[in-house]
Nanobody, 125 residues
Framework: QVQLVESGGGLVQAGGSLRLSCAAS????????MGWFRQAPGKQRELVASITSGGSTNYADSVKGRFTISRDNAKNTVYLQLNSLKPEDTAVYYC???????????????????WGQGTQVTVSS
């Protein structure tokens, strides 16, 4: 069974920084794209940033120039550096990974969606 475990959220003042981490654990899998989503109260979950297995990145316009996504493939970990934080960045942040695996011996490889448990980021004004 694969798990994604997040860490690094917290309370920070506007203009401050945080670094989120998300590590995948388990056995016999590989990871395609990884990403960070966020969901603020009363709003839909939105994609913040994504990174392919080769390192290509994409960002939501609202975070370009302030957030940086990176990954360590050897550690099966994705990071999100959040700089110049604004109160509107307040949300629960979720990591996502496309996990490629066979669910049982002899079955086909397939990509499954996995999510972290979410970590709260609160930015005070």
């Amino acid at each position: 069974q694969v798990q994604l475990v997040e860490s690094g959220g917290g309370l920070v003042q506007a203009g401050g920084s945080l670094r989120l981490s998300c590590a995948a654990s388990g056995s016999a899998f590989s990871i395609n794209a990884m990403g960070w989503f966020r969901q603020a109260p009363g709003k839909q979950r939105e994609l913040v940033a994504s990174i392919t297995s080769g390192g290509s990145t994409n960002y939501a316009d609202s975070v370009k120039g302030r957030f940086t996504i990176s990954r360590d493939n050897a550690k099966n970990t994705v990071y999100l550096q959040l700089n110049s934080l604004k109160p509107e960045d307040t949300a629960v942040y979720y990591c996502h990974a496309g996990i490629v695996m066979a669910v049982a011996p002899g079955t086909l490889l397939y990509e499954y969606d996995y999510w972290g448990q979410g970590t709260q980021v609160t930015v005070s004004s």
